[in-house]
Each structure stands twice: as structure tokens, then as C-alpha cells.
């Protein structure tokens, strides 16, 4: 079958064009996504005003944990699916897809239900002023009411070896969303509800792309049956276990935007936050190259951990931390010579044009550092060793980022705000080069032995 056989390339094609092909095409529907995510900030900047796109960014820990939902559920699954595939495992395969599907509805219910109801003090908690916090409710009550559509599903397309259709349910539904952000703020002035329907319904059309890919497209590798999605424990909780580091690294960006929220609110209010809804948009479209280097390296590295193949793995993992470093010294050098110039392209205002070349430089700093990270914590990740990818990411978040963060701005105030992220990434950087050399992905004790023909489930794969 053509899917089996696109499958198979991942096993046996040169590391060197899979991982450039695999992560060329998720850049490529990331930095769609980032397209939409600056563009939608300057719509609402220039458009209604910088209070509008504070406000806006003020919820995106809102966006982070709904990706955290998605994405645990993405990651978990996709790592799962990919090692079935690897041992022509098709029926696991399949129950793991619909049971991926059952977690991520149930989960979306429940935090539409809860964020619509609590959604006024959930945006002071976030960091809000009085002047920003009308726009940040009218935005996010939208958002919440649009969870049910807020997929993870990319990731599990890529395990098919479709990096194709992949991106194409990034680029089309973000294409979408761009164009009626365009339509909605600036042309039918809908406000800071205009920006957040577009978003809600170029979820909805990725949501529809993948019901088409799973169940209605014929060429496809699963064959997903009504049966499948009764809950099978042993599948969910491994996806849960494997997604769970994901989980974890979104909660805890939110966590730490929130945290950031609320101290720039408390040194320098409304200006600050209205640099960091700028700065903080730029930083984090600059920063999704290595982002699609990460996503290209995971169905790689599963497959083929899947396949006993170690030396691929070894290989993989070695390209995808060169190619993260060397993109991340690149930007890192463009925001240091040209900080005004960046920041200008989504702000008319002098004033945060003027205070936000300091914080986009200090930020940059972090970016060679924060792609080793990334890499590493992926690619033990993706052979399901969950303990290792926490220690980088919920570790991280907990024993590093937020004491960093908190310490730097009692020192240095906003300076200190803004030099914490490096700060942080430099201390990550050096623990994830001891976990590689010490115990690295390739040479794992879960690759010793030859699975009998059940393995793979929880009880008999080591995840911590």
C-alpha cells in the first residue's frame, strides 16, 4: 500500500533529505503560523491600538495551554503510532489515533466549559490592567468557546510519513485565518472579537482536515473502526506518559508568561506589557525554524527506534542539534544588529520601538542555547523516555525558569525581565549535554532487548 511503503522510507532513505524534507515542510507551516500570530498583533496594534494587542497577548497563555492539550496529545500519540508502524503494528496504530481523538474532546470540553465560565478573573490572574482587561475578556471568552476545534493532529500525520498533508493543515487553515484577521479587524472593524474568530475558525478548518485524513481519505495507513474508540487504558496512559513532557513544556511557558505578565505589570505597567505583546510576538516567530527541526526529527527518530535501527537515531539527532544551533546563532545575530528595524514592522509607536530594542536583544541571546534544548528533550521524547524530557522541561520550568525569572527582576527590574530567558537557556543547555553523554537516546536500556510481539504497551515499556 502507497502509505506503507512512504512509511518505510523513514527507515531506509539518507538521514540527511528525510530530516530536511520532514523539517522544510513543518517550518514551513510553522512559519505560516507565526505569519498569522505577528500579523494578528499588528492588525489589532495598528488597527484599534497597542491596549487591543496587549490584550491579546495578555490570553496567549490561554492559546499555550490549549496547545498543551493538543500537542501532549500530538506528541503522545505520534510517538506511539510511530513505533507501531515501525513494528507493522497497524491495528495499535489505528486504536491509538481514536483513542488520541477521545482525550482531546474530552479534555476541549472541559476547558471550553470552565475558561467561559471563570473567564473575567482568569484575565487579572493573567496579568491584566483595568485598561487592558475589557479587551483581553472580549478575546478570550471567543477562545475558550473555540477549544473543541483547537487540534494536535500534525504530528500524528507525520508518523504516516505524510509531511505533505502535515503542512497542509497548517498553511491552509492559518492562510484562512490571516486573510479574515485582515477582513474582520480592518475592514468590518469587528474589534478584538474579529481577531479571535479568525482564529477559532481557522482552527475549525484544520479540525475538518483532520477528520478527512484519518477517516474519509483513502490512501491512509489506519483504519480506524467505531470499536477503537472505546477507551483502551493501557494506549491512553502510555500516550499521556510519552505526552506528558509536552504537556508539561506548554503549562510551563504559560506559566512563565503569566509570571512575566505580572511582574511587568508591576515595573512598568501598561508600557511593558505593550513591549512584550510586541517583542514577545517577534521572539516567538524568529524562534519556530527549530521548532520544525524538532517536529521533522521526532517521527525519525521513533520509526527507527522502532526499527532497532540505533545508528540512525544517533545520526538524527546529531543533525537536528547542528542544524538548531546554527539557525539559532543566525537570528540571534539579526536581532542584535537590527532590533529597531524588527520591531518596527509591527509597531507605528516610538515609544515601543525605542524600549523594545534592549528586550529583543536580551532575548535573542537565548536562541542558540534553547535549540539544544529542544532537540534533546524531543528526542528522548520520542523513544519514550518520559523522565529525561522532564527533567528538561518540567525541571526546567520549575528549578531554573521561574527562580531565574523571579530573582532577575528583583535585581534588575525590567533588564532583568528580559535577560532571565537566556539566563535560564544557558543553565538547560549544559544539563541536556550531560543527559546525552551520559545516556543518550540511541544507546537506551529500552533498546536492549527484542520486544516480544505485544510490546509497546505501558506495562512493558520503560517511560521514566
Not at 515609544?351 to 534553547?370: F, H, K
Amino acid at each position: 500500500m502507497g502509505g506503507n511503503s512512504r512509511v518505510e522510507r523513514l527507515g531506509t532513505e539518507k538521514i540527511g533529505k528525510l530530516l530536511l524534507e520532514m523539517s522544510s515542510q513543518t517550518t514551513l507551516s510553522l512559519l505560516v503560523y507565526a505569519g498569522y500570530s505577528i500579523t494578528d498583533i499588528y492588525f489589532l496594534s495598528v488597527g484599534i491600538g497597542s491596549l487591543a494587542a496587549a490584550g491579546a497577548s495578555i490570553v496567549s497563555p490561554v492559546l499555550i495551554a490549549l496547545g498543551a492539550v493538543s500537542t501532549t496529545v500530538g506528541a503522545g500519540g505520534a510517538s506511539v503510532v510511530s513505533r507501531a508502524l515501525g513494528e507493522h503494528d497497524v491495528e495499535r496504530a489505528s486504536r491509538t489515533v481514536a483513542n488520541t481523538f477521545l482525550i482531546f474532546w474530552t479534555a476541549a470540553l472541559a476547558i471550553t466549559v470552565l475558561g467561559s465560565a471563570f473567564i473575567e478573573p482568569i484575565v487579572y490572574l493573567l496579568g491584566a490592567t483595568d485598561s487592558i482587561a475589557p479587551y483581553a475578556v472580549e478575546y478570550g471568552r471567543i477562545i475558550f468557546l473555540g477549544a473543541i476545534t483547537s487540534t494536535g493532529y500534525s504530528a500524528i500525520i507525520r508518523a504516516d510519513g505524510n509531511a505533505r498533508y502535515s503542512t497542509a493543515i497548517w498553511v491552509i487553515p492559518v492562510s484562512a485565518n490571516i486573510v479574515l484577521c485582515w477582513l474582520f479587524i480592518l475592514v468590518l472593524r469587528f474589534g478584538v472579537s474579529g481577531a479571535a474568530l479568525a482564529t477559532v475558525s481557522g482552527q475549525t478548518l484544520s479540525a475538518g482536515m483532520s477528520v478527512y485524513f484519518f477517516f474519509f481519505r483513502k490512501d491512509r495507513s489506519y483504519r480506524i473502526k467505531a470499536s477503537y474508540f472505546k477507551p483502551d487504558w493501557p494506549i491512553i496512559a502510555q500516550v499521556l506518559t510519552i505526552g506528558l513532557p509536552s504537556l508539561v513544556k506548554n503549562f510551563s511557558v504559560s506559566l512563565v508568561a503569566v509570571a512575566t505578565n505580572n511582574l511587568l505589570r508591576m515595573s512598568g505597567g501598561d508600557s511593558a506589557l505593550g513591549v512584550f505583546a510586541i517583542v514577545g510576538r517577534l521572539y516567538a516567530g524568529l524562534i519556530t525554524p527549530q521548532t520544525g527541526i524538532v517536529q521533522g526529527m521526532q517521527p525519525l527518530v521513533g520509526y527507527n527506534f522502532g526499527q532497532r535501527h540505533f545508528e540512525r537515531v544517533r545520526e538524527t539527532v546529531r543533525l537536528s542539534l547542528s542544524a538548531a544551533v546554527a539557525y539559532g546563532s543566525l537570528v540571534c545575530g539579526v536581532c542584535l544588529l537590527l532590533p529597531a528595524a524588527l520591531i518596527a514592522l509591527l509597531s507605528r509607536e516610538s515609544a515601543i520601538v525605542a524600549e523594545g530594542q534592549t528586550a529583543l536583544r536580551l532575548l535573542a541571546l537565548s536562541y542558540p542555547l534553547t535549540g539544544v534544548v529542544m532537540v534533546t528533550a524531543a528526542s528522548f521524547q520520542s523513544v519514550g523516555r518520559a523522565r529525561e524530557a522532564l527533567l528538561l522541561t518540567l525541571g526546567g520550568t520549575l528549578l531554573v525558569k521561574l527562580p531565574v525569572l523571579l530573582l532577575a527582576s528583583r535585581l534588575f527590574s525590567l533588564t532583568g525581565i528580559w535577560a532571565a530567558e537566556a539566563s535560564s537557556e544557558l543553565i538547560l543547555c549544559l544539563v541536556s549535554f550531560l543527559l546525552l553523554r551520559k545516556s543518550p537516546p540511541w544507546s537506551s536500556p529500552l533498546a536492549a532487548p527484542t520486544p516480544p510481539p505485544t510490546a509497546g504497551r505501558l506495562g512493558e515499556t520503560r517511560t521514566g
